[in-house]
């Protein structure tokens, strides 16, 4: 395992099985099955030590929400909005978080494998400790993000929107993308292959020449 990489959460050995959306509600040790919560709003609600397990929250709203020690697995949360969200330890499996906004929420020792979260925005985030993997992340953006130990690992990044975001110590060798949005005074240290490189200075308008 990678130094610094996400720790995973601390679960319970027992659960429950009473999940709901509810304004101030603190819900802990659940593990919520296939409920459908699509099109609600809900402010201040608190997950702790919970298992969320084909949950559907389509274009759900959930104001100032905090997750800690957490496993959402095989959930449609296309198009929810959490901005300014808490997140630690928590676990995204296999998800679809098409249009997810993350905006402005703090993440730490979270991890995203297998998701679909194509014009997903993670903007003004701020990521500690933060693993994609093999997640499809066509469109989305990254723009003004803060972070520190930020794993990228066999993602479709293509179209995806870095401006004024430092790169400096991101590796993006293992990942694919044809065509991608960086600033350039932002560029130094950021590790990419031969061919990525082509298509970075491609986009920043240089013509390339080859003898």
């Not at 993350?102 to 933060?130: H, M, P, W």
Request: net charge negative; glycine share 4%; hydrophobic share 40%.
């Amino acid at each position: 395992m990678k130094k610094n990489y996400p720790a995973s959460p601390i679960l319970p050995k027992s659960f429950t099985e009473n999940f709901y959306l509810e304004d101030e509600a603190v819900i802990e040790e659940v593990h919520g099955v296939e409920f459908d919560y699509s099109y609600l709003n809900c402010e201040n609600l608190v997950l702790r030590r919970s298992i969320l397990e084909k949950v559907t929250m389509q274009r759900t709203k959930l104001i100032r929400f905090e997750a800690s020690n957490v496993v959402i697995k095989n959930c449609d949360f296309s198009n929810l909005e959490w901005i300014g969200g808490s997140f630690h330890q928590v676990v995204f499996e296999n998800c679809k978080l098409t249009g997810c906004n993350f905006a402005e929420s703090y993440l730490r020792d979270c991890q995203f494998k297998d998701c679909l979260i194509s014009f997903g925005s993670f903007s003004a985030t701020n990521l500690k400790n933060v693993a994609f993997e093999n997640c499809k992340m066509t469109d989305s953006e990254f723009f003004e993000v803060t972070w520190k130990h930020l794993f990228l690992l066999n993602n479709d990044l293509d179209n995806s929107n870095w401006m004024r975001t430092k790169l400096s110590g991101l590796d993006f060798t293992s990942n694919q993308f044809g065509k991608i949005a960086f600033s350039m005074e932002q560029l130094k240290g950021l590790k990419v292959d031969s061919y990525q490189a082509l298509i970075i200075a491609a986009g920043l308008g240089l013509e390339i020449v080859e003898e």
